[in-house]
């Protein structure tokens, strides 16, 4: 029913649908697709705060032939194709853990599915319901130990979020370099991909916008640095998030935990320790959750992830103290 009510919508706000978009019809027309067009998603932080942030297109230029391809439909048609795809994507994972897995307790596919990170995925029109299933896949090769195919997941995630780099860096560091170092060869050829079909300049484009966002303002970014300066203390938080990074970083190299272990430590950091990390990002981590049995911590930090981040903008009306902590809520989670 949600999901008819999305496709039958009167639209008139598209969302980040728009920015996509709008994206993908900049590159058609070789201009730049990480900047602001009359339909990329805007909004103001506060009432307090009359400043506008436009909410541009971030995602790496491996993803940009993708918005592009879309971008050749009408905006409707485009929000009509990219929700069914999510929506087919949130399916085939779920499908692909029960088969896989026939003894994974139902409660963590009904779980998977409810999740607030899903419907909010699918109501802004975000792309995480992608990064779920390339992430379903990752986990699942990686434990049942086939390496290479692993490897092109885990490259392909780190080519689509760069925040993932954790993850072969971690790898590398526990004692499995062949496929770490496979891993980081793979998100290289993707992200060079894009090169022969819009050129070095679009790698300029997209770290000015990177350079320039100011999306910590939200809630939803659950990074710890992203934390702190909301609270006035960037400096603070940056110094924290790589503190713990580093720790993270010997204490793997130290213990050379198994290698599910060292992959759920290195997704955690890269969430909790980039300097960009939306709440949704938690996805990455949901085959693995799926994947064992659920004692009370993680039961707690599952019924976290439950609450829509819808609700962490609640506060954005209000002084710098709630807006701060709403978004905490995820990062307790993680």
Wanted: charged fraction near 10%; proline fraction near 7%.
């Amino acid at each position: 029913m949600f999901v008819l009510s999305l496709l039958q919508h009167n639209w008139t706000n598209y969302r980040v649908f728009g920015s996509y978009w709008a994206s993908g019809v900049a590159a058609t027309h070789g201009i730049n697709p990480y900047a602001a067009y009359p339909l990329t998603l805007r909004f103001h932080p506060s009432a307090h705060d009359p400043r506008t942030i436009f909410d541009c297109n971030l995602n790496p230029p491996f993803l940009l032939p993708l918005f592009q391809g879309l971008s050749h439909l009408t905006i409707l048609g485009f929000i009509r194709a990219w929700t069914i795809g999510s929506v087919a994507f949130a399916a085939f994972t779920a499908a692909l853990l029960l088969w896989r897995y026939p003894d994974i307790q139902k409660r963590q596919i009904l779980w998977l599915l409810l999740a607030g990170s899903v419907f909010d995925t699918l109501w802004i029109g975000q792309m995480y319901l992608l990064l779920l299933f390339v992430a379903a896949l990752a986990w699942i090769w990686l434990v049942e130990g086939r390496e290479l195919p692993a490897a092109v997941m885990i490259g392909v995630l780190v080519a689509m979020k760069p925040n993932f780099i954790f993850w072969p860096v971690f790898l590398f560091l526990a004692g499995n370099r062949r496929l770490a170092l496979r891993s980081f060869g793979f998100a290289v050829l993707c992200s060079v991909a894009p090169i022969p079909l819009y050129g070095v300049r679009i790698y300029r484009e997209w770290i000015h916008a990177t350079a320039n966002d100011l999306h910590w303002i939200v809630p939803t970014d659950m990074s710890i640095s992203a934390f702190f300066t909301r609270l006035g203390q960037h400096a603070v938080g940056i110094g924290l998030a790589a503190a713990i990074a580093l720790l993270l970083a010997w204490t793997i190299w130290r213990a050379k935990p198994g290698i599910t272990a060292t992959s759920v430590i290195a997704v955690c950091a890269a969430i909790l320790c980039s300097p960009i990390a939306w709440c949704h990002y938690t996805m990455v981590l949901a085959p693995a959750l799926c994947m064992r049995r659920w004692g009370w911590p993680l039961c707690v930090a599952a019924a976290l992830m439950m609450i829509p981040p819808s609700f962490l903008m609640i506060p954005m009306g209000g002084s710098r103290l709630p807006v701060a902590f709403a978004g905490s809520v995820y990062l307790i989670a993680t």
